[in-house]
């Protein structure tokens, strides 16, 4: 009886043992599948930062093009404004120069 019950113990180690084997095979397949995806993520994000540097060079190489028009065009709506008060100013003087 006592060597069947060593048998049976025994029995239950190799199984408990082979279960622990396949479950740490498992874990490590697993954890070179993480590694793998970080290491895409990384990839994928130097390849944004790689665009986006490269987007910025491009629209430097245009925006002043476009911004110094744009700035013109804002100059010259200052100008119409600035005229429109000035005249305003001087109407104003000149109606409180008449009352006076």
């Not at 002043?64 to 700035?71: C, D, E, T, V």
Request: glycine share 0%; net charge positive; charged share 40%.
């Amino acid at each position: 009886m006592f060597r069947s019950s060593l048998e049976l113990n025994l029995k239950k180690q190799i199984k408990q043992n082979s279960s622990l084997s396949a479950l740490r095979n498992e874990i490590e397949i697993k954890k070179d599948a993480i590694n793998s995806l970080k290491n895409e993520i990384v990839k994928t994000e130097d390849m944004i930062e790689n665009e986006k540097i490269n987007s910025e060079k491009e629209l430097s190489k245009v925006w002043p093009l476009r911004n110094s028009a744009k700035m013109e065009e804002e100059k010259k709506k200052k100008g119409k404004k600035k005229k429109k008060k000035e005249k305003k100013h001087c109407i104003t003087l000149n109606a409180k120069v008449q009352y006076a």
